[in-house]
Each structure stands twice: as C-alpha cells, then as structure tokens.
DNA sequence: GGTGTTCTGGACGGCATGGTCAAGAACTCC
DNA sequence: GGAGTTCTTGACCATGCCGTCCAGAACACC
C-alpha cells in the first residue's frame, strides 16, 4: 500500500560512493550528494539517514564488494601466488595511471578519518583482516603448488604483502609515474615472494 | 620602524599542524586554527595568508623536518641497514600506539587531498623522492658494510622499503594492535632485507 | 473510489564557514 | 615627540552547510 520508491538503492550508492572517493568525505557536501544521486532531500535522509551513516553504508559496500572478487579470483585462479601476484600489481594496472591516482576509497578514508571517526578505523581492522585471510589461505594454497617457499609462514607474508600493497597504492596517490609505480610493486614482489629454489 | 609581532611563527606553525594532523584538511575550521595558534584573524591571514597557503606551509615545514631527521640519523648511524630497519619499525615505536594511530601528516594529507589539489600531490613526490634518495644511500653502506646482499639493486630495495612504510603506517592508522603492528614492519623487513649468507 | 501508507521535492531555519576590512596599537627611526 | 610602517583585534559579510519538516503525490488494498 506505501508509494514505491522511485530509485535504485544500490544506483545511489554507487553514485554516492564516486562523490566520495573523488572528494573525501568531509569536502563532500550534501548538495553535491543531491546532485549526483538525483534525489531530494527527504528520499535521501529518509532511505539512508544523514551524512555519516549514508558514508558507512557506501563504505561497507565497497569493501565488500572488494573482498568478494578478492574471493572469486582466488577461487577461480588457476595457482595461488597469481592472485597474490595481482593483488599487488594490479594498482598499477591501468595504464593512464587514473586508478592508481584515485587509490582505494577505503585506505583514503582511513587516512582522512581513523582518528576522528572510531566506525571508519573499525571497519578498516575487518575488511584488513578479511583480505589478510584470504591471502594466507592463497599463499598457502601457493606453497602446495610450489611457488612459495614451503618453510615460510604464510599469515606474515600475507600481512607483509598487504603492508606492500597499501604502500604502492599511497604511491601511485602522489601521481608518480605508473611505470615507476609497477617497478616499486615489482621490487617489493619479488623480494616478499622469492621462488623457491628447485 | 613596523610594529614587531608577538607570536613566533614556528610554535604557530607547529600548533596549527598538530590540529590539521588531527582533524584532517577539510575538517579543520579557520576557528580551531586561531584557537590553537591564539592568533587573531587579521594576523594569521596577513602572515600566512588563506587556509589553503597556510596548510602548504604547514606541509613543506613538517617535510623538511623529517627529511632532515632522516640524513641525520644516517650521518650519525653506526650502519647504513640500522637507519633502514628503524625507518620501517620505528611507526610502531610508541608502544602506546598513539603515534601509529595518528600516522603521517604527509601521508594522511595525501590520501585526503591528491585528487583535488595538485600542491600536496606533488609535495609527496618531492618528499618520497628525497626519502627514496636517502634509503638508497643508507642500502649502499649497508651494502659495503656487509648487511645487505652486494647483488642487489639499493635503489629498488630503497623504493620497496619505501612502500612497506607507507603500508605500516597505513595499518597502525586502523588501530591495529601495537605489537601485531610491529610483527608486520618486521615480517616485511625480513623479507625486503635479506642477511647475505656469509 | 476511498483510505492508509510511504515516497518526493523543496522550502525553511539556524548556524558555521572562510575571508575582508578598518580602526587603533606598538614599535623604530629621525 | 612626530611620522611612517606593520601588527592586532574583532566586527562584519556573504555564502554554504546540514538537517528538519511539510504539503502533495503515488501506490496497494478494500
């Protein structure tokens, strides 16, 4: 009996999220949110509350859309350590360097906000942790495969290759030359995941 | 002949830090700022001039600080490997973890800002740089003093330690504990700093 | 077609914002 | 002590901000 609504919840989202990754949270406003999603104000506030809860929301959405295809890929990939492989390099993967400048909505709100918004930092510890998971189990499953070495420990390469990746990606923030960028994930690549020796 | 200034441009500058530090660019309001440099509007605008000057300022002095922290340490250091290890372990150094909650003014910034102002982009390109140029010395030395592997290449090792920093500090800012923060820098240094076998 | 419910769009309010400006104060040099 | 210069204080402005609220619209069910 209620009036439909007339949006895509997850549309809005979406258009929502590309606002904030682009300006940050706090040089975001409201209107330009109005804007970019196509609502009034009263759809907006009554189908996701204010400002804060509407970047939580947009925030854990990403992040799991991220740790899903982190999932699939390593469900579908044919050995472990190309995934792990991937993980890293793939911030220098677009070769107009756009994606490696725009960097990961979450690390940039991590960056921007873990000290003022205790939520952000929390929600950071759990996807950090879902994605440390998934690359222990890939370095594992790598090890049985032959591509890593079997004598190391595989949850401290995981966190050391994670350490890597949001290093390179704080990198290619400041513009650097994708090129470059790749050489620095190929540099620390191939010193965290030396073959072994057969 | 001019009517002198009351206030020491430094502690203002280093006050007026701590509060972007905390709060992030965008959230800090010309109000916080006056309250903590205790400054009066007309003098902060006439000797810093806007909020967006006076945050570049901010940056280039907190930059060059920390450069010329590091070559110290590395002209004073016994080693060339020991300013490499503490660069990567010293964000866990606080074993309060406050310090590696709080990150880097340069890094945080960056991850705020790098899209929309160019300035600070490009402030942690000239940082990096020069950071990279001094691990690269450090990684000779330790090279001729024999803890470094002879073979490899210092400056791709120095890029590699760069990012697992980078990647460290952006951890701790989650508020990761303090000592499985550690237990990252030091899996990542085990790995990006073999001991050459002798 | 009437009724109850939710959705929509925008007007509105109150406040914080960044920045300007002017009037007077503090100092040095002559 | 007068003149010239810069510094200081805070009033002031225009704008932008977030969030509330309400009148009307759109639907489902009876």
Redesign the pocket.
Known sequence: ???????DEDRVVLAVRDEFWDKGY?A??????LRVS??????L???FG???RLFLRVLRDYDDANLRGLRERLDAAPRGVDVVREFVLGVAGDPTGAAARRGCLLANSTAELATSTPDVAAEARRSYDAITAILTEALARAQREGDVDPGADPAGIARAVLAAQLGVMALGRTGMDVAELDAVARSALTRLLPTPSR
């Open positions: 009996m209620p009036r439909p609504r007339e949006f706090a975001t406003s409201m209107d330009d949110l196509g609502l009034g104000k009263g759809s506030y009554g189908a204010d400002k804060h």
